[in-house]
């Protein structure tokens, strides 16, 4: 057996019409199909998967994630250019989501941030092999991007 690709993530959320909103607003994925009341399922615009993200809904008084518990830390998104993560970055602040932090950490550059129930979420740039940096971890760079200084 060799595995071809992780298919999809499933998120759990308290309230399945506010985070389908950020899902779509935010992210800019399309709404595949819905299990009214239960589940949402999103893809990626130009996918050719059923579903990329799915949201399952387990109602108001869940507990929220916790950095120290075991389980899922991150979902991050790709982007096609570099460039485009500046503009993803300057359309997180004119949204007013809180934006963690940044990272150039060798292979990629990325942007973390949380959906409505503190899922954290990561929108990355993957660099070519080629310009990851010579004789260092490419994973292990915690820089902030070049272009997020004005925001600090």
Do not use: C
Request: aromatic share 10%; proline share 9%.
């Amino acid at each position: 057996m060799v595995l071809k690709k992780l298919g999809h993530v499933v998120l759990k959320v308290r309230d399945l019409d506010l985070s389908e909103a950020f899902y779509t607003g935010v992210l800019g994925l399309i709404v595949t199909r819905r299990m009214p009341g239960r589940m949402v399922f999103f893809a990626v615009p130009g996918s050719p998967n059923s579903h990329d993200l799915g949201l399952w809904k387990v109602g108001p008084d869940a507990a929220p994630p916790s950095s120290r518990q075991v389980g899922l830390f991150h979902v991050a998104w790709q982007l096609e250019r570099e460039e485009d993560l500046r503009t993803f970055l300057d359309s997180l602040t004119a949204r007013g989501v809180p934006v963690l932090s940044t990272m150039d950490h060798g292979a990629n550059l990325s942007v973390y941030f949380e959906d409505p129930d503190g899922n954290m979420l990561e929108v990355t740039y993957e660099k070519p092999r080629e310009a990851w940096p010579p004789h260092q971890n490419p994973f292990a760079g915690r820089e902030p991007l070049s272009f997020d200084a004005a925001r600090r």
